[in-house]
């Protein structure tokens, strides 16, 4: 397979996608650290394009808001200046996904009629859409948890959120990664034993970033800001005895797993680095290994940072984005070593 003009067409096509996700992961974690999801309670696709345009509309959409446990159990007594800050963010965040749709399905229409995607591309863009529309409808679904009796939404649902949105980045990476190699690469066997283990780092790192986005969805980012010690215990031991069931809805725990399973991440990629300095292996893995090193221990030190000072939203946002270039970084390799 060759990379053609209309590859590079494609290409950046694919790649602004990827880019426009990153931008709804920052807007969704600013969205969700101000208090902001839960202020449009209902989904409208086309209607809901344009935010209430005068005085009547803004009070009409602040007494809907007032119709659910939000404003009725947290934000009574909010005023409509409140709700409008609020507002804002979650509009944001929903008329990007709007944008994204566009952005997506008018250059796909466009390279389908005039017959650039055939055979394996043609239906891994298929699996890319059906991925984003899958997206779109677990947000909503995400949103529709918190407003029912509790204002939180399911954490479960906030990380298949999160899990569909990297699984978007990477399809997209892995698909861009294929366009431009070209898959002309020889395989080399020492290169594959290097890929095992790549592969068990890509697999450790969705698992901390789901465990993440359990902490993000139970506010346990705020329940003990010391470390490494819980204030002054390994584990709190209050918490000692609870079952599989309750452990995974307790906020507590879960912090303390994510803390520690940074650190077996950590060891992970630099066993990882360690292994590659005497592998046989091509420049640009070498370079990737190297890459995800360095993002690991600016992951690792934003993680700390962010839970001593409480969480921060610039911080809480930094943390999120550098966990998807750590993704995209580990995708990237273990593509690059499939054909090494």
């Not at 010391?226 to 079952?243: A, D, N, R, W």
């Not at 520690?260 to 292994?275: C, E, F, P, T, Y």
Request: charged content about 10%.
């Amino acid at each position: 397979m060759q990379t053609s003009s209309y590859n590079k067409a494609i290409i950046y096509w694919l790649l602004s996608g990827a880019f426009l996700i990153l931008a709804m992961v920052v807007i969704g974690g600013i969205t969700r650290l101000t208090g902001s999801g839960l202020s449009i309670v209902e989904w409208n696709l086309i209607s809901g394009t344009l935010p209430p345009l005068n005085e009547q509309e803004w009070l009409t959409a602040f007494e809907q808001y007032k119709q659910f446990p939000e404003y009725q159990k947290l934000n009574t007594g909010m005023t409509l200046s409140g709700f409008q800050q609020i507002f804002w963010w979650e509009y944001l965040h929903r008329l990007l996904g709007r944008v994204m749709g566009v952005v997506f399905i008018l250059p796909f229409l466009y390279f389908l009629f005039t017959r650039q995607l055939t055979g394996w591309l043609f239906r891994r863009l298929l699996f890319i859409l059906a991925l984003g529309m899958a997206q779109g409808l677990m947000g909503w679904l995400m949103v529709k948890s918190g407003l029912v009796d509790n204002p939180h939404v399911s954490h479960f649902r906030l990380a298949a959120h999160l899990s569909l949105a990297l699984a978007l980045i990477g399809a997209i990476l892995w698909t861009v990664a294929d366009l431009t190699s070209g898959k002309r690469l020889h395989r080399h066997h020492q290169a594959g034993d290097f890929k095992k283990l790549a592969v068990a780092v890509l697999a450790v790192i969705l698992v901390q970033i789901i465990l993440g986005a359990f902490v993000a969805g139970l506010k346990a980012g705020f329940s003990y800001n010391t470390y490494p010690l819980m204030e002054g215990e390994f584990f709190p031991s209050h918490l000692q005895g609870l079952g599989w069931l309750e452990a995974i809805e307790n906020g507590a725990v879960m912090q303390f797993t994510h803390r520690w399973v940074a650190v077996l991440v950590l060891l992970a990629v630099g066993l990882l680095w360690h292994r590659s300095r005497n592998a046989e292996l091509p420049q640009t893995a070498r370079t990737l290994t190297r890459l995800l090193l360095f993002t690991c221990l600016l992951q690792v030190a934003l993680g700390i940072a962010t839970l001593l000072l409480a969480v921060p939203v610039s911080l809480g946002v930094l943390h999120q984005v550098v966990a998807v270039a750590l993704f995209a970084l580990a995708v990237l390799l273990v593509h690059r070593l499939r054909f090494a």
